[in-house]
């Protein structure tokens, strides 16, 4: 799995003097480290890592060819488990394309993201609920309030929201919030369905500390992704009164990558960047964010 610069030289070094390689071939080993390391700033070694991406829309990419090396990618990074939430019709038949292809790590969602809710929402809401039948889904998502792009919906988006966290419910299934300029609107919903049955992840948490706790409290787990790694996000300093334990790790690709590929396309195995953040947040190795945060993930989609 990942472990970092120093480990690496360091591991590298007792192997060397076990098998009396000369000084000279470890400088050369050195060399080669830090030029692979200039590409990806992490190094695989150790065999029991294990990093969940609980938040990618790597189905998007429908070149099969470029799909498998995303997909290569992952886990030569090993990010090894990946949640695809659904969007709207259309995306239905993508996620459960790729499950096909990769039965052991991809795992699927369905629901129907705010921004496609329009006047035709209460039929795209039944077709998506039709097709839970036969498939295996572990979680009801991406679904909550976009008030970014319009704002004149809220009240379809707030009824859609409610009908798909009540298929959740019936389900026992976890639901995964998208959330963008609407706290108040999707806490509002949110406490008046608060019961034991309600569950699930907050995507791509950008908010502050008192919209974290009224989460947590909630009974939801925080997805942190790429954000966590912006400067002036201000993330990492919520993050500090914040449980490791509360966590979850994300990419939301193909959106949001991490430093240092901001502005570019993201893609899952650039999880590793959002991992090593946590760790310095933290104060603990990346071995131990992997281990939390897919611990977490297991709790929430029960797999």
Not at 151 to 159: A, D, H, M, N, P
Not at 208 to 222: R, S, V
Request: aromatic share 10%; glycine share 6%.
């Amino acid at each position: 799995m990942v472990a970092c610069r120093r480990t690496c030289l360091k591991l590298g070094i007792k192997c060397f003097d076990r098998l009396n390689i000369t000084y000279s071939n470890l400088i050369n080993f050195e060399n080669t480290l830090n030029e692979l390391l200039t590409h990806h700033p992490f190094y695989i070694i150790h065999q029991n890592m294990i990093f969940t991406d609980t938040h990618t829309h790597l189905y998007y990419e429908q070149d099969a060819e470029k799909q498998a090396q995303l997909m290569a990618r992952c886990f030569e990074s090993d990010v090894n488990r990946l949640f695809l939430p659904n969007v709207d019709v259309k995306s239905i038949a993508m996620i459960d394309d790729l499950v096909a292809k990769y039965p052991a790590n991809c795992f699927a969602m369905a629901g129907l993201h705010p921004c496609d809710v329009k006047e035709d929402y209460l039929a795209l809401l039944d077709v998506i609920y039709n097709s839970i039948a036969g498939r295996k889904i572990y979680a009801i998502g991406e679904i909550g309030i976009d008030l970014y792009w319009d704002k004149t919906t809220l009240e379809i988006q707030q009824s859609a929201f409610r009908k798909q966290i009540g298929w959740a419910k019936a389900l026992g299934l976890p639901i995964v919030i998208h959330c963008r300029e609407a706290f108040d609107e999707v806490f509002e919903v949110l406490e008046s369905e608060r019961d034991e049955k309600l569950r699930g992840i907050f995507h791509c948490f950008t908010g502050n500390l008192a919209q974290a706790k009224q989460a947590i409290d909630l009974n939801f787990y925080l997805g942190i992704g790429g954000v966590v790694t912006y400067k002036k996000a201000g993330l990492d300093l919520v993050l500090a009164d914040i449980p490791l334990t509360d966590l979850v790790l994300e990419t939301d690709s193909p959106y949001l990558a991490p430093v240092p590929f901001r502005g570019k396309p993201n893609e899952s195995s650039y999880l590793v960047y959002v991992a090593q953040k946590l760790a310095d947040i933290y104060g603990v190795s990346i071995e131990e964010i992997a281990d939390v945060t897919t611990e977490n993930s297991k709790k929430i989609f029960g797999v």
